[in-house]
């Protein structure tokens, strides 16, 4: 099976594995285990923040990060399809009381400080106030476009004006980075905190990073034990995790295989091709996408559906170029 579902189902390397056993571990509840206290500082560093906790996944480092930022009854402005608001179990009003107001970002996802401005809600006797923005880059669901720093810097600059925080989920955003040409704490520079996932197109088998200031991420280090995230030798899972930050520049090889895959669908009838910007390819099918997918899973080739007449392919680094090409040649026959 070529397996395009997703990025996250890459199986750890033999490097990674040997990490994993050869670990030095403690118990990082007590914080003290010094594998995870590198992964944090590498990290950190990276993103070009002061501080960085490791977190078991990238929802809860989404939601960690919403609870610190935002009071019970506060608005979260964040874009409409975004997956903090549709994809986390409504995580934020159930874990940290939050009322989200959804933006629509069009085809980019982005919200610009004009739709910011207009969201905000200041805090009244009736009104409740604006406690975070919230962005995400790659945006999933628009099909990992890659917004430039540049949106980000005016997105955070007009959220900041209103004395509000902004929140990145970027759970690929080193897909953004190495796809703007932009090093990753340039990316992010402007943000107060940031989620990124390492078991995405970085490879790891378990785990994110939360990254900002020393005093979000004191805060971030509670509410992570609060939602039962207090892992003990956690090191071993961490390990992987360092060689994980090792794999940014290698994501241009899932980014180039993407679109060698969009190139040899789009030459195919009855499918619309997005043109990929990092390492995800929407398709739009002609009849629905679950047929669609059947056919094609039964010719070896996995991916995930997306919307009624719409299906997603994710390349990672379990999928070589020749993997792609036969992917495109099964599809050719089976669609
Ligand atoms: C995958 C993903 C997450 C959540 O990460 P998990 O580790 O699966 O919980 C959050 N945001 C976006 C944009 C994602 O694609």
Redesign the pocket.
Known sequence: MIDLRSD?VTRPSDAMREAARDAEVGDDVHRDDPTVAELEARAADLLGKEAALYVP????G?QIAVRVHADRGEELICEREC??YK?ELGGVAQLSGVQPRPVDGGERGALTPGQIEAAYVEASSHRPGTGLVAL?NTH?SKGGVALAPEVLDAAAGAAHDLGVPLHL?G??VANAAVSRGVPLDRMVREVDSV?M?L??GLGAPVG?VLAGDAEFVERARRVRKLLGGGMRQAGVIAAPGLLALENVDRLAEDHENARVLAEGLSDLSGLVVQEPETNIVLVETEGPASAFLDRIGEAGVAGSEFGEHTVRFVTHWDVSRDDVEAAVERVAEAR
């Not at 996944?57 to 809860?60: A, C, E, F, R, V």
């Open positions: 996250t996944s990238g929802t809860m989404n997956h903090v994809w995400e999933n989920d759970a690929r989620m996932c078991s995405k994110s």
